[in-house]
């Protein structure tokens, strides 16, 4: 499976192409959620699976906000690196061709719905979180790709951008709550907004993920992954970060 370093173009909605069923989320941005079809969810829980076992994918945990020990890449396209780090990871790509363009196509909808003028998308990054029992994400956001300007400002990170955020496997049992069962946390992502109240935008939304779920939102919401309980499933979620050039 090749990398591009192509930018790719916004998509035409003239010839009568329709963007799919979406639920619309407002946190003082916007968050949409699709839904990926079930064969897509299944291919992309057995390719994993499969290159966990024979060893291919990298663990990037150690260049990751989480708290998680398996946090394995399947896409990189630009240079990705702390100021710790001693190894270099070369750009790769282990997404299917038409799965990677099933997820650039929601955010070229995303885009198209709120009627934001573009140049085209890249994507940057994609990895799979595998998260085991009290593991969690701290509170962050994300940035995109280095090296896409001119000199001298070719290091500058890319900062606009989107987040793709897909339920691939999801425990029905969170654990037992430590208090307050009636409003649970366990296993739930939440996004924050800027405001205090819900007459203009809310203080967070909170969204418990199931299979196949697809949240599109901006690089800069703030949201963090609460720890699940429950020692005998893990948590899987694929994550892509797409740059968006205007």
């Not at 997404?95 to 997820?103: E, G, M």
């Not at 299979?211 to 690089?219: D, I, N, R």
């Amino acid at each position: 499976m090749s990398i591009s370093s192509e930018i790719e173009r916004p998509k035409s909605y003239d010839d009568g192409h329709t963007h799919p069923n979406y639920v619309r989320m407002e946190t003082g941005q916007t968050l949409l959620v699709f839904e990926t079809p079930q064969d897509i969810v299944l291919i992309m829980n057995k390719l994993y699976e499969k290159y966990v076992s024979e060893g291919m994918l990298y663990n990037m945990n150690n260049r990751l906000l989480g708290k998680i020990s398996t946090e394995h890449s399947l896409y990189q396209n630009s240079p990705f690196y702390r100021d710790d780090d001693t190894e270099e990871v070369e750009d790769h790509n282990f997404l299917p061709d038409n799965i990677h363009q099933w997820i650039r196509d929601r955010i070229h909808d995303y885009l198209h719905i709120l009627r934001i003028k573009y140049l085209g998308i890249k994507t940057n990054s994609s990895w799979i979180n595998d998260m085991k029992a009290g593991e969690y994400s701290p509170v962050h956001n994300h940035n995109g790709g280095v090296g896409t300007l001119k000199p001298p400002l070719e290091n500058v990170v890319h900062r606009i951008g989107l987040i793709g955020l897909m339920g691939l496997k999801i425990p029905e049992d969170m654990g037992k709550e430590i208090t307050r069962e009636d409003n649970p946390r366990n296993g739930f992502t939440e996004f924050f907004g800027g405001g205090h109240g819900k007459m203009f935008a809310p203080f967070s939304t909170l969204i418990k993920l199931h299979e196949g779920a697809f949240v599109v939102h901006p690089y800069d919401v703030i949201h963090t992954v609460y720890p699940h309980f429950n020692e005998n499933e893990n948590r899987r979620t694929f994550t892509t970060n797409i740059d968006v050039y205007y």
